[in-house]
């Protein structure tokens, strides 16, 4: 019986790649470069199985290719929000996602972030990259201190909860949370976490706000000029979620007008182009979209995107379905 056929559009690592030749007619982007929206609608009419990844802008346009063979998309990736869901579900096209593999490795990076961003450390480490260290003072590069202090997580899903976890019983900090859904009464009270009615009321309260949310329209500048306004001048903002949750407009204005303390950022608004402050003010501190970044992540993450393909094909359950 012949494979069916599938397109991946980034490179995956070696030992994903080893198993999609394994089960599938597979076609790499052996250049690694992201697709253009006329590769994409290519691809669509060429595969059985699609395999895109936070890179590819997948939108309704590009779905309603004429000719389109591909009914099944396994993005490699939990968020899907360079995927038009409603247009995939118009069309009859299943969708799955990779949750859950990339949880411990994403809240590392937000813990990272914190961390970096309370405590200097960038402006340590290029202060000495730089030659410029002239010995150990009293007053040298003070941070703030981070043990102890009110962390307010937006979006008390899996990862604010894995965020949560690392801050409670590592740090001793008060967890403070707001989600639109109900969060079960066994994990509240693990983390003795306070649930707060608005976001709001997490500005205002929060020693450091982490965004994690996933990117809907709801959420689109959630945290907008008047949130940062209402945030404490002493207080930081982490964010590992998806950068258009965040004005980075509005953010660049509260960092250079010292409305906030800080950013730690993982994700951008324009990925891979974001504003120059966000490059070089000292009190931010910007990676390049690292949360899932670990070999052993990114491989759980081929294996799942391949698991739901695999499912598909066998007519079984999709393992991670959204649509
Ligand atoms: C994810 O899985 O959503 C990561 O941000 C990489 O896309």
């Not at 000719?67 to 247009?87: K, L, Q, Y």
């Not at 299943?94 to 990076?109: F, G, K």
């Not at 608005?198 to 959420?219: G, H, L, M, Q, Y």
């Not at 998806?242 to 204005?253: F, N, S, Y």
Request: aromatic share 8%; with cysteine.
């Amino acid at each position: 019986m012949s494979k069916p056929k599938a397109i991946v559009t980034r490179r995956w690592p070696e030992a994903n790649e080893k198993r999609l030749r394994e089960h599938f007619d597979v076609t790499f982007n052996e250049s690694d470069t992201p697709f253009t929206a006329d590769q994409l609608k290519d691809a669509l009419k060429n595969c059985d199985v699609f395999m895109p990844t936070v890179t590819d802008k997948v939108t309704r346009d590009v779905l309603s290719v004429e000719g389109r063979t591909a009914n099944m998309i396994a993005n490699f990736g939990v968020g899907f929000n360079h995927i038009d869901i409603e247009a995939a579900k118009e069309l009859g096209i299943t969708v799955s996602n990779t949750p859950s593999v990339l949880t411990d490795c994403t809240a590392d990076i937000a813990m990272s972030l914190l961390l970096m961003v309370a405590r200097r450390v960038g402006e340590g480490e290029r202060e000495l990259r730089a030659e410029n260290w002239t010995g150990w003072r009293p007053t040298h590069l003070l941070g703030t201190k981070v043990t102890g202090k009110k962390l307010g997580v937006i979006g008390f899903g899996r990862i604010g909860q894995a965020v949560a976890q690392r801050a409670k019983f590592g740090f001793n900090m008060d967890i403070l949370y707001w989600d639109p859904y109900d969060i079960p009464s066994d994990v509240v009270s693990k983390f003795e976490a306070t649930k707060l009615d608005t976001i709001e009321d997490i500005c205002r309260e929060s020693d450091f706000v982490s965004v994690n949310c996933p990117a809907t329209k709801e959420t689109f500048h959630l945290m907008n000029k008047e949130r940062f306004e209402l945030m404490k001048p002493s207080a930081f903002v982490i964010n590992t979620a998806r950068g258009d949750i965040i004005d980075e407009k509005a953010l660049v204005d509260a960092l250079v007008n010292k409305e906030i303390a800080g950013a730690g950022l993982d994700v951008f608004e324009t990925e891979p182009n974001l504003p120059t402050e966000l490059k070089t003010l000292e009190n931010v501190v910007s990676f390049p979209h690292l949360g899932s970044a670990t070999i052993e992540t990114r491989i759980a993450m081929g294996d799942t995107a391949i698991n739901n393909a695999l499912a598909y094909f066998d007519g079984k359950d999709l393992p991670n379905k959204v649509v």
